[in-house]
């Protein structure tokens, strides 16, 4: 069964930096695009970015150029790089795969979730 899985989340102070990482656990195919989401509880799971098979980008507007999605050397695997974090960033970060890029739908799969927490 194919998983998404992802590691590099932690607790970092105000103003600090972190990188999140996504890999497949075996391969799903090419043409995948990729994007990170977030979710705090009682609200919506949301955008934070996306990535094309084609290198376009679509960030979410509270991303004010601070966090960059990347996508690996190796086929499948994705990075989030979060800089000048805030303490609104705090929240369970998914990886997602999807064969489009519809990024407002919730398709595709999805990895376990890795928690941020921005917090002095």
Known sequence: QVQLVESGGGLVQPGGSLRLSCAASESIGSNINMG??????????ELVA?????????????????????????????YLQMNSLKP?????YYCNARRDTNWSYYGGLWGQGTQVTVSS
């Open 36 to 45: 990170w989401y977030r979710q705090v509880p009682g609200k919506q799971r």
């Open 88 to 92: 609104e960033d705090t929240a369970v």
């Open 50 to 78: 996306g990535l094309s098979t084609r290198g376009a980008t679509n960030y979410a507007d509270f991303v004010e150029g601070r966090f960059s999605i990347l996508r690996g050397t190796a086929k499948n695997t994705m």
